[in-house]
């Protein structure tokens, strides 16, 4: 009989823009986009690889640790898992990260899950609605020299350190039996994960990083200075930690820009156009003649 | 000819079949390596396949690296990126060429992450070109051009890879034409020895089931397809009831499967399928480019949005400002009254 154990799990998590509505307000007439019109949103596929984390605490109990890498504002989606159960939060933020590809990307992850320590379970989302590239995963478990478990659909079985999922992808599926530590990429299907818990939320409302306390101290009157919500907020566990390069053990030439193989030599922009276009009214005479046209035209037989 | 500047394509099968964008991958290396006067390598791993071979030199290699082992019988992530990874590194080749297929998807940030080389996902077009690096005042010759969609397919983007080697890309299957196998292509292929390290067994594949595609969209005349603006199982019917009378096949944009009304097997654009029908309905689809990308080349398209800027009324023939709820069941009883 193997002993009960608990979980230690790690999920990796990103801010995105939501690039799934793209209205007519998104695009300029010139066809390019204003980005800033789009709201960041919690990684859609994230939320799920969260939830799979928080549903393996919850039955065998252990921790669960949310990491980002991305500018301040992402301090956002630190809250939301936070909001939902998350144990940990850390943000990693430098201008040495930024303008990193997937494979920086995933270094920088790597060096940021070794300073951690300890774990059993890595979990991301399938991939990232901004990218959509799905590499960052795979980059990261060759990086941790762990297996991994991509379009992780759920968990069958976890029991010692084996744990057996069903995998999920187009026109497939697969059920593995896997060794820990390692990784999976969790698909949207997975679950439906879990709204933020009134209690935590409430918990967790003030919890922020330091570059957030010129804002909040507008909203809190009460405390009379930074150092003064600083020290309150480390008091009562609310200070999300924010990592710099300088906080870990890398090799500076491999992270961000400096640090990414590819780069981006154009963009552009796609303006698709027809011709010759025509207003159909959304009536019945308006829909009649329209089928007419059609027929006329043999497009509908 | 010249050896250091070899274009490999990974081959993927299952059970003895060749998976369709490896064979398009070949056409389209071929057609590169005939550019930069290099040869197409391809890497064929699993067990007893040896006799696919022939099939890969007609369409268009010029070697193959045959990996044969028992431990390759089925795909696993640990075992192929060992043996595709220490070939790389044997061989140093200038482009490698992997399908955006589940299992290529899994396995191509493996190999990129253990080279520490640039990787670009899910190509649409891959062409050779150079490139200026201004902030090295440098000129890097005869690079490949790796043409992707990003940000939801807002943008197209060209990524290079300058420095690192192989220049990996994966590509999606059915962007790149496949050509006709000729019989007459001669090849070389060269068995290779495979090694693995114990923790490369680390996961066992319990079991795998796979089917065959039960919509077949690339071929269909007639597609309704349905977006964001069809939000609930009703207005969805509406969509197949369309989709009926027609003859036509049901088509979705990325936020419709996302709602989980349907299947992605259903998916038009650049994550999707691309398709060209005579008739293409977008019902409550808002247009991102991600989804025009993949339905523009239609002969007819109807849109309906309630949103007048929706941007799918850019490339719509005939626009209809409204509710699909309401415009639907006219379209159907329209269509019904003209058959009687």
Known sequence: MPLNRIYHSVVLVKQVPDTRNVTGEVMTAEGTMNRSALPAIFNPEDLNALEMALSIKDQHGGSVTVITMGPMQAAEVLREALFRGADRVVLLSD?????????????????????????????????AID????????Q??????????????????LEGDELVVRRSFELGTELVKCKLPCLLTVVGSANRPRPASARKRIENKMAAIPSEYPKLLKKWPEFENEQSLDKYLEQHKLSIEVWTAADLNVNENELGLAGSPTQVYKVNYVVLETADSKEIQPTVDGIQELIAELVKEYIVE | MTAERNIWVFIEQENQHIAEVSLELLGKGAEIARQLGSEVWAVLCGDAVGNLAERVIQHGADHVLLAEDRELGIYRTLPYSRVLTNLARQWKPYIFLIGATPVGRDLAPRIASALKVGLTADCTDLQIGDYVSKKEQVVYKDLLYQVRPAFGGNIIATIVNPKTRPQMATVREGVMRRGEPNPNRKGRVERVKVAFEPTDFALRVLSRETREPTVRLKDAAVIVAAGAGVDSPEEFELVRELANVLGGEVGASRAAVDAGFISREHQIGQTGSTVRPRLYIAAGISGAIQHRAGMDQSSKIIAINT????????????????????????????LREKAK
């Not at chain 1, 790597?110 to 379970?121: F, N, P, V």
């Not at chain 1, 990261?140 to 079985?157: M, R």
């Not at chain 2, 949103?307 to 329209?334: C, R, T």
């Open chain 1, 95 to 127: 201008r040495k990260f930024a303008g990193a590809d997937t494979q920086a990307t995933s270094y920088t992850l790597k060096c940021a899950i070794e300073k951690l320590g300890r774990y059993d379970l890595v979990f991301c989302g399938r991939q």
């Open chain 1, 131 to 138: 990218g959509d590239t799905a590499q960052v995963g795979p």
């Open chain 1, 140 to 157: 990261l478990a060759e990086k941790l020299g762990i297996p991994q478990i991509t379009y992780a659909e759920s968990i069958i079985d």
């Open chain 2, 307 to 334: 949103d007048p800027n929706a941007p799918i009324f850019q490339i719509a023939h005939y626009k209809i400002v409204g509710d699909v709820a309401e415009v639907l069941p006219m379209l159907i009883k329209s």
